[in-house]
């Protein structure tokens, strides 16, 4: 019944930045790591960022000192700043809340970056 909404996709030009949101509720939210995981055209889906319930945040190395992941824990969000975007950025970027019982994921947004 959790449900994971996205939002904040959308086209940019390469250098460019966008801030994606993803909404979930308290009770998923507070026990659950928040990830960003993303799919290209033609490509398997990999993953990108989490922020974990206590704070932990790690990155993929191929956005790490581009993108940045945060909580909101009042709201139950989980946001990712993408800046510096590259054209190998463009894909379907989902939104991922996982604990020891559950594995959710949102439907996704799309990200396109280019000229």
């Known amino acids: 019944q959790v449900q994971l909404v996205e939002s904040g996709g959308g086209l940019v030009q390469p250098g460019g930045s966008l801030r994606l949101s993803c909404a979930s509720s308290r009770s998923i939210f507070s026990g659950s790591a928040m990830g960003w995981y993303r799919q290209a055209p033609g490509k398997e889906r990999e993953w990108v960022a989490t922020?974990?319930?206590?704070?932990?945040?790690t990155y993929a190395d191929s956005v790490k000192g581009r993108f940045t992941i945060s909580r909101d824990n009042a709201e139950n969000t989980v946001y990712l700043q993408m800046n510096s975007l590259k054209p190998e950025d463009t894909a379907v970027y989902y939104c991922?809340?996982?604990?020891?019982?559950?594995?959710?994921w949102g439907k996704g947004t799309l990200v396109t970056v280019s000229s």
């Open positions: 922020a974990t319930s206590s704070g932990t945040i």
């Open positions: 991922n809340a996982k604990n020891a019982f559950r594995n959710n």
